[in-house]
């Protein structure tokens, strides 16, 4: 079985401070993909990242940063110095290579950046 | 190039009617999905389609039936609308299948209300 699992709720986080976003994900396939996505209050969804299952390099991009390890099924998510505008509710999403175009969701986080 | 384009944007439904969602690309993407979005639980495929003429079930199918007539189009149907239907409509679509590690590209959702 395949699942994604966002233990984090919510997350309340005053501006300028960094954020951790947990992911952890199950599966047996050996070849799979991980999203992120951000859903803004207006309520589109924003892809942010993807990576591969033989690339555990961690990725930088401006203030976000992804943490892969397999060792523990993990797929975190950082944001440096938080802004107000990265409010949003953040989504991992797993997709296996069995399971065709198929993408599994987790439950999502809702992060609040306080002024 | 509007990417991802849904019509409704917003529908309220009497128990019992029927509808039918709109869901077109312009990215001359191979496959399309249909996800419902609900409060805490993420979302959840309902169908999805490989190509023009096919369409296969995803995690939460019943009540809903889909048809692909032409590859740019993923069409989404309520016979008989209930008020658990009541929820949020994401169409996607990702690149051909020869790669692999297809992002899925959202649309902007469809905000459904079932009375």
């Known amino acids: 079985a395949q699942k994604v699992t966002q233990a984090q709720t919510e997350i309340s986080v005053v501006e300028k401070e960094d954020v951790t976003l947990d992911c952890v994900y199950e599966?047996?396939?050996?070849?799979?993909?991980l999203f992120w996505y951000k859903q803004p209050p207006s309520g589109e969804l924003v892809f942010l990242i993807r990576r591969n299952s033989f690339d555990e390099q961690n990725e930088i991009s401006g203030r976000y940063s992804w943490n892969f390890q397999k060792s523990t099924s993990s797929f975190n998510f950082t944001i440096t110095a938080s802004q107000v505008v990265d409010s949003a509710v953040y989504f991992c999403a797993l997709k296996a290579s069995s399971n065709t175009g198929k993408l599994i969701f987790g439950q999502g986080t809702t992060l609040q950046v306080k002024p | 190039n509007a990417g991802v384009t849904q019509t409704p944007k917003f529908r309220v439904l009497k128990t019992g009617q029927s509808m039918t969602l709109l869901c077109a690309q312009d990215m001359n993407h191979e496959y399309m999905y249909w996800y419902r979005q609900d409060p805490g639980m993420g979302l959840r495929l309902i169908h999805y389609s490989v190509g023009e003429g096919t369409t296969a079930k995803g995690e939460v199918p019943d009540g809903y039936n889909v048809s692909r007539l032409k590859k740019q189009n993923f069409l989404l149907g309520l016979e008989s609308a209930a008020p658990s239907q009541t929820s949020v409509y994401f169409c996607a679509s990702s690149p051909p299948r020869r790669l692999s590690t297809d992002t899925q590209y959202f649309g902007p959702g469809t905000r459904l209300t079932v009375l």
């Open positions: 599966t047996r396939d050996t070849t799979y993909y």
